[in-house]
């Protein structure tokens, strides 16, 4: 805690003001968020959501399965006839963590300032037909989507399914 002492130079008395506070709070609050497992279960699958229905878009507009879409990979013929193969980082292994911190800020948000429901570690309000248990379905359909994606595509030989 940090606590301020003025003087008054009127009459030279010393008045001590309240502490500050911890300085540390907000960033025990975020971190309190990961001791909850169904909190970062909504986080991993908000995350997965986003970055289900960009791998399916890219599918279906660019027509690259979803391992081009995080990993390029080019032959080179050299000029003595040697080929040469080389896989280096695409845009979607860059998007990937980009994405998961823009969505870990969005969610921490409510949680820091306090807000009832924060929509993690309480469920939210339902709105229509969005619930806070489908939002957790759908999470979850999302992640064992991706993983299914990546094995039925290296059962395709790399070919993008749709």
């Given at each position: 805690f940090l606590?301020?002492?003025?003087?008054?130079?009127?009459?030279?008395?010393?008045?001590?003001?309240?502490?500050?506070?911890?300085?540390?709070?907000?960033?025990?609050?975020?971190?309190?968020?990961?001791?909850?497992?169904?909190?970062v279960e909504m986080i991993n699958g908000r995350v997965a959501q986003i970055g289900w229905m960009a791998a399916l878009y890219n599918e279906i507009t660019q027509n690259k399965s979803l391992w081009s879409q995080v990993f390029s990979t080019r032959t080179f013929t050299?000029?003595?006839?040697?080929?040469?193969?080389?896989t280096y980082p695409g845009a979607g292994l860059f998007l990937a963590p980009?994405?998961?911190l823009v969505v870990l800020a969005a969610s921490l948000a409510p949680?820091?300032?306090?807000?009832?429901?924060?929509?993690v570690t309480a469920p939210g309000n339902a709105l229509g037909p969005f619930k806070p248990?489908?939002?957790?379905?759908?999470?979850?359909?999302a992640m064992v989507g991706l993983v299914a994606l990546v094995f039925a595509e290296k059962f395709t030989h790399g070919n993008p399914l749709f």
């Open positions: 606590t301020i002492i003025h003087s008054d130079p009127a009459d030279g008395s010393v008045a001590e003001a309240a502490p500050l506070g911890d300085d540390s709070q907000l960033l025990d609050d975020a971190v309190k968020v990961f001791s909850d497992a169904t909190a050299l000029a003595d006839g040697v080929s040469d193969t080389v980009f994405v998961g949680v820091l300032k306090k807000a009832s429901p924060d929509g248990e489908a939002e957790l379905t759908n999470g979850r359909g």
